[in-house]
């Protein structure tokens, strides 16, 4: 099982840019897909997930009204929509997927993705 992200890059503070995780392999039992992020000097933290059952997402606090996770198709595959991107978001930006009970907790993930910069300038 491999999952691969992309559309890392450098944008400008107010910019919007998307992220996308495409899953390969064996994917049968899945039921989360999400996304974290680690900023320089910062510890791993949620950022949004996507779980297939219900259709139903969650994010955290501090991108809730700026970002959405949406499926892409019937592919094993969630884009990640940033709008109104600050300085903040500034991180290395890691998709995971598994069938985690708690989608805030990277621990219940089985499968990571190689991570991908954003960085926002101001």
């Known amino acids: 099982v491999q999952l691969q992200a992309s559309g890392g890059g450098l944008v400008q503070a107010g910019d919007s840019h998307e992220l996308s995780c495409a899953a390969s392999?064996?994917?049968?039992?899945?039921?989360?897909m999400g996304w974290f992020r680690r900023a320089p000097g910062k510890e791993r933290e949620f950022v949004a997930a996507f779980r297939w059952s219900g259709s139903s997402t969650e994010y955290a606090d501090s991108v809730k009204g700026r970002f959405t996770i949406v499926r892409d198709g019937a592919e094993k595959k969630v884009t990640l929509q940033m709008n109104s991107l600050k300085p903040e978001d500034t991180a290395v930006y890691y998709c995971?997927?598994?069938?985690?009970?708690?989608?805030?907790?990277?621990?219940?993930?089985?499968?990571w993705g190689r991570g991908t910069q954003v960085t926002v300038s101001s």
């Open positions: 392999g064996r994917t049968f039992g899945w039921y989360v």
């Open positions: 995971a997927a598994g069938s985690v009970k708690l989608a805030r907790d990277a621990r219940g993930y089985d499968y």
